[in-house]
């Protein structure tokens, strides 16, 4: 997995213009964003997925995805980006 969070295209970047955790993207275009990610997500905590009751949006992306281990792996690569630049 390593080094395939230098391929997600410029696009998904935030814009220097835009501040704050809920800036949003610009120009997403949804289909590349999907073709980016689809391969890398995964599910987990199914029950909790297929429960009746609603479960916010929060709580899937952290307790039933590996979300939290892409955005680990994608800052890391970012690191290692930064620091072959600086040597």
Known sequence: MTGQTDQ???????SATHQGVGAML??????????????????KNLPRIGAQEHVPTQVLRHECTNYDELRTVQAASRRQARQRRLN
């Open 8 to 14: 997600v295209p410029k696009v998904f970047q935030r």
């Open 26 to 43: 610009e120009a997403v275009d949804q289909k590349a964003l999907f073709d980016c990610w689809h391969d890398r997500v995964r599910l």
